[in-house]
């Protein structure tokens, strides 16, 4: 699923991810002084962030994926880049001030085990945030797409059943990892597109569910739901706003 180049994840989900990211770190309160841990990274949104607020040597990272690990490393030279899952950091207990997983949760094996460790990583005091596009509600970035997937085949297996999709999710996950003093909240953004094409490409690259579903589709079924994502968003240039959920707990 995640088995991508990172340029191809970064033109299909960086996009969005890049402007949450900044989001992220203001909402979540991360200062000059702390040390921050991003879990499941991918190619580096959320950990370029970090190493603007905190210095490089203040940041870990961590992501099952090879081909992500390699472009942090020259993307972000001196960082420390780790790979592993969320179910097992490869951190001593009570390391960072922060364990920061945006964009994560639905994909983990097990999302209560995953806080929990990243729980483990975090010091006393210190807190693990987590966000979600809100899948459930229609207003994730790839709403559109997975609308127009199940206008033409209502049985499309979509994200809204994922761990943490729906409102309040995040917070009950964080809960069952034994977290305390649950914040919770919406971050929303807004990315321009230029053109319908612009937008559509990166859909053809094989990333995350989306792409699987779309690769899996023969020719006449993927013109058929390409067109029909062109009817669905307004005239080109257009905006796509989404929210994700964020909530964070306090060790």
Same mark, same amino acid.
Do not use: N
């Given at each position: 699923?995640?088995?991508?180049?990172?340029?191809a994840y970064a033109q299909f989900m960086g996009r969005y991810s890049e402007p949450l990211a900044e989001q992220f770190v203001e909402?979540?309160?991360?200062?000059?002084?702390? @040390?921050?841990?991003?879990?499941?990274?991918g190619p580096g949104a959320l950990t370029a962030r970090l190493v603007e607020r905190l210095g490089v040597s203040a940041v870990s990272?961590?992501?099952?994926?090879?081909?992500?690990? /390699?472009?942090?490393?020259?993307?972000?030279?001196?960082?420390?880049?780790?790979?592993?899952?969320?179910?097992?950091?490869?951190?001593?207990?009570?390391?960072?001030?922060?364990?920061?997983?945006?964009?994560?949760?639905?994909?983990?094996?097990?999302?209560? /085990?995953?806080? /929990?460790?990243?729980?483990?990583?975090? @010091?006393?005091?210190?807190?693990?945030?987590?966000?979600?596009?809100?899948?459930?509600?229609?207003?994730?970035?790839?709403?559109?797409?997975?609308?127009?997937?199940?206008?033409?085949?209502?049985?499309?297996?979509?994200?809204?059943?994922?761990?943490?999709?729906?409102?309040?999710?995040?917070? @009950?996950?964080?809960?069952?990892?034994?977290?305390?003093?649950?914040?919770?909240?919406?971050?929303?953004?807004?990315?321009?597109?230029?053109?319908?094409?612009?937008?559509?490409?990166?859909?053809?690259?094989?990333?995350?569910?989306?792409?699987?579903?779309?690769?899996?589709?023969?020719?006449?079924?993927?013109?058929?739901?390409?067109?029909?994502?062109?009817?669905?968003?307004?005239?080109?240039?257009?905006?796509?706003?989404?929210? /994700?959920? &964020?909530? &964070?707990?306090?060790?």
């Amino acid at each position: 699923m995640f088995d991508v180049a990172a340029d191809a994840y970064a033109q299909f989900m960086g996009r969005y991810s890049e402007p949450l990211a900044e989001q992220f770190v203001e909402w979540v309160g991360v200062r000059p002084g702390d @040390r921050a841990l991003d879990v499941g990274s991918g190619p580096g949104a959320l950990t370029a962030r970090l190493v603007e607020r905190l210095g490089v040597s203040a940041v870990s990272a961590v992501d099952p994926s090879q081909p992500f690990l /390699a472009s942090m490393r020259t993307r972000l030279p001196g960082l420390d880049v780790q790979y592993g899952s969320a179910e097992q950091l490869p951190f001593p207990d009570d390391f960072f001030d922060h364990a920061m997983a945006q964009l994560v949760v639905h994909f983990m094996k097990d999302p209560v /085990a995953g806080l /929990a460790e990243m729980a483990r990583v975090t @010091r006393a005091g210190g807190c693990v945030a987590v966000c979600v596009w809100d899948f459930a509600g229609d207003r994730s970035p790839l709403s559109t797409f997975w609308r127009a997937a199940t206008d033409l085949d209502p049985e499309a297996r979509t994200e809204d059943d994922l761990a943490g999709a729906r409102d309040g999710e995040l917070g @009950r996950l964080l809960e069952a990892a034994d977290l305390t003093t649950i914040r919770s909240g919406e971050l929303p953004i807004r990315v321009p597109h230029q053109s319908f094409d612009e937008w559509w490409e990166p859909y053809t690259y094989g990333v995350g569910p989306a792409g699987e579903y779309f690769t899996s589709l023969g020719d006449e079924a993927r013109h058929a739901i390409r067109e029909r994502c062109r009817a669905l968003l307004p005239p080109a240039p257009f905006d796509v706003e989404a929210v /994700a959920w &964020v909530a &964070v707990g306090l060790v």
